[in-house]
């Protein structure tokens, strides 16, 4: 964002949030006077310049931003800082985002120092709840204080963690000393951590067995099949265990010889059904995820019963790439609640129903599902929907709010300080403020009409990515005009009807790419409010005659988007027009979705299946996204009801007598 734009944007900005200062803020300062120094401070926090941030506290008093430059102060010297400086800040800043953050930087603190008389005392007041490590540290504490029956809730929350974590480890390694904790969680965790290629998480819980353990299994990881090569006598526990992690190594970097390694006879006499069922469950991911057309014979191999959430997600959907209803159906029938309930596996269980002999109970339980579901909120809602026989419309807008819930957005000073920090450049810092009191400082969240106030409010600040995110959250209401704001309407649609592209696609790409954040750059250098990356600026650049393009032209509004969407309309025309397929290349690349869409004999998929099958998780759900975003859109922008279905079409290899165009991308 141009030094101009900003300065326009925080007069407003003040203009419109001056009466929701403290009175501390409102004696007259003027704010933009010290935007400076809390940039300086942010600064001295990223690299913990204690000295400079003791230097520019005392000139923040009374600024819009003091609790961030007072909690960065204090966080940076947290290790040393007395009790008494922190309940003082606890006080000066009660009820606040930073109060809550510190205190959970605090509580870390507490929890490795074993200071449990404090820990104690200071959990209760913690309102985000949000931190996992905080919760382990919670569960230790229970567990000190002579709790029975917080092993389980310590296993829940250890093997919902993606990465390494050391309060959940020291958490674990401690209930399993004490026989509160079996022993087997922590094998569970290793395998999570081999299976997702993350050795830390592995190694990490093998210690937590025996530390002596661990070198077996970095070598495991370097070369599963060294390790299994060598072990040829009888099995004791711990190495039957190990056993399973080099073959889930081994599944994770070639499921085929993974399959043909477990299957002899020494592993089948030797290992589990529970752990072979888990192997099988790893190769059969990872087949999966490569399109493989055996993906669905190995998952058969094992018993689904012994097999994680993650493993029956890719059993459905090799079923349903391979047009196997039942198998469909019953890997979804074993799936956790809370995953079977998803959007996503309703859809898909009332389709396999559907195709399925039926039976009026049948028919009548399909339709129920599809019922429970049913609407415009995202992907699958919109096409149980179109199942139903309906099309996507835009619902009736709910009553205006009112000027006393919007006075109570404008009048928080949470909120207030989150926007003037995201206008001051400071994002993150604003960003986690902002959700915080949207979402976390209350039990529960606000209500649908204060989240449609606070989202209003980021509207009327043009901060796009508070004003959708924070109207996405609304639960028996929705305002799609709000979820689905169409900033700088008159470019796009301008640049759209030029290159006959539709402008709903092109906004329901930008609403996920950048959520309009015209500065937005990703941590791979894409940029703008398109997402466009260096190479392809310039490579589009040429092909669409943009003569004399600067790389430092990408964030420019206009440049950003004639370029995106010059290569989105390459794309699209590349892929012969399908939505689906242009929307995987724009994320993941064009070479990908042709590998994606399977060679000659492969099968034609309809759309959503395909789209269900994208190996990657991000393009997976950018795809999905992308096309229920332009759904809606296009829902707005014509008055007239849409379909998904119909933008979806369908999916597989390209006719042989056509020969494969090429964008010769860098």
Not at 116 to 121: A, G, H, P
Request: charged letters at 25%; one cysteine or more.
């Amino acid at each position: 964002m141009q030094f101009s734009t900003i300065l326009t944007s925080l007069a407003l900005l003040g203009a419109l949030l001056l009466p929701s200062l403290s009175p501390a803020h409102a004696q007259g300062r003027d704010n933009t006077r010290f935007d400076e120094q809390i940039q300086d401070m942010a600064q001295a926090y990223k690299v913990r310049d204690r000295k400079r941030l003791a230097a520019l506290l005392p000139q923040m008093r009374g600024y819009v931003l003091e609790p961030w430059a007072a909690y960065w102060d204090l966080s940076a010297r947290l290790d040393e800082a007395s009790a008494t400086d922190i309940q003082d800040f606890f006080s000066r800043y009660a009820g606040s985002y930073q109060e809550d953050r510190l205190r959970a930087e605090w509580l870390l603190q507490l929890g490795r120092n074993r200071d449990w008389s404090t820990f104690n005392r200071e959990y209760p007041k913690y309102r985000m709840n949000d931190d996992r490590s905080v919760r382990c540290y919670a569960l230790l504490a229970e567990h000190q204080a002579g709790a029975s029956k917080v092993g389980t809730q310590v296993q829940d929350v250890w093997l919902s963690l993606k990465d390494a974590d050391e309060a959940c480890a020291a958490t674990a390694e401690q209930l399993i000393k004490d026989q509160a904790l079996d022993p087997h969680a922590a094998w569970l965790r290793a395998r999570l951590g081999m299976e997702n290629d993350k050795l830390r998480v592995a190694t990490q819980a093998v210690g937590a067995l025996n530390p002596k353990w661990v070198p077996t299994v970095n070598a495991i990881y370097l070369n599963p099949g060294k390790y299994l090569n060598d072990k040829l006598t009888a099995l004791r526990p711990q190495t039957r265990e190990l056993v399973s992690l080099a073959l889930i190594r081994q599944a994770y970097l070639e499921p085929a010889e993974a399959a043909t390694e477990v299957d002899k006879l020494r592993w089948v006499a030797q290992l589990t059904q529970e752990e072979r069922s888990w192997i099988w469950g790893v190769i059969g991911k990872r087949a999966a995820q490569k399109l493989s057309d055996g993906a669905l014979g190995y998952f058969t191999k094992g018993k689904p019963q012994h097999m994680h959430d993650e493993h029956l997600a890719w059993m459905a959907r090799a079923a349903l790439r391979a047009g196997r209803w039942k198998a469909v159906q019953d890997a979804i029938a074993s799936m956790s609640d809370a995953q079977r309930n998803d959007s996503t596996w309703v859809y898909w269980r009332a389709r396999a129903l559907m195709n399925l002999p039926q039976t009026e109970n049948t028919r009548a339980e399909a339709l129920k599902l599809l019922e429970g579901i049913a609407g415009v909120r995202g992907f699958y809602e919109q096409l149980a929907l179109e199942e139903l026989g309906q099309r996507i419309t835009a619902p009736a807008r709910p009553d205006p709010l009112t000027q006393e819930e919007k006075d109570a957005a404008r009048y928080n000073p949470g909120l207030t300080r989150a926007l003037y920090a995201i206008q001051l450049g400071l994002r993150t810092e604003g960003v986690r403020e902002w959700n915080y009191n949207t979402n976390l400082h209350v039990r529960g969240g606000m209500d649908d009409r204060a989240l449609l106030a606070a989202a209003d409010l980021a509207c009327r600040m043009e901060v796009w990515d508070r004003c959708i995110n924070t109207s996405e959250r609304t639960r028996a209401v929705v305002d799609l005009e709000q979820r689905y704001p169409m900033p700088f309407r008159a470019a796009v649609l301008a640049r759209t009807k030029q290159i006959g592209l539709d402008p709903a696609y092109v906004y329901g790409l930008i609403r996920q790419e950048s959520r309009f954040i015209m500065d937005a750059k990703s941590n791979v250098g894409a940029s703008g409010l398109m997402q466009v990356m260096p190479a392809t600026a310039r490579w589009t650049a040429k092909k669409i005659g943009l003569v004399d393009f600067q790389p430092q032209q990408i964030t420019d509004r206009d440049t950003n988007i004639a370029i995106g969407t010059g290569y989105l309309k390459l794309v699209l025309d590349n892929f012969g027009g399908s939505m689906p397929m242009a929307a995987a290349a724009y994320n993941a690349g064009p070479g990908r979705p042709r590998i994606w869409r399977g060679q000659a004999g492969s099968p034609v998929l309809e759309a959503a299946i395909w789209a269900e099958n994208v190996p990657f998780t991000e393009t997976r759900d950018y795809v999905k996204k992308v096309l229920s975003n332009t759904t809606n859109y296009a829902a707005l922008i014509t008055g007239q009801p849409q379909s998904l279905k119909a933008r979806l079409g369908s999916v597989g290899p390209r006719d042989s007598t056509t020969p494969e165009p090429g964008l010769d991308l860098p």
